[in-house]
């Protein structure tokens, strides 16, 4: 996917992305900071959610800006 279509494609209030390259994982993972909190969107619920990895297991430097 290209950065036209994941801007596309990201829910609102996502501020960030990361892209994946592997088969159990949606393509692309949005993502918004919130109070130093980094909450994933859930694409079953529709919804905004604290992310569970710890910052140790997947760093926020990982994720790009969207804009």
Not at 19 to 47: K, L, M, T
């Amino acid at each position: 996917m290209n950065l036209q279509q994941i801007k596309a494609n990201a829910p609102d209030g996502a501020t960030h992305y990361h892209q994946y390259n592997h088969p159990i994982f949606e393509p692309v993972e949005y993502a918004r900071f919130v109070d130093g909190v980094r909450q994933i969107w859930n694409n079953s619920c529709n919804e905004w959610i604290d992310d569970i990895v710890s910052e140790d297991e997947q760093s926020s430097d990982e994720f790009h800006p969207l804009f």
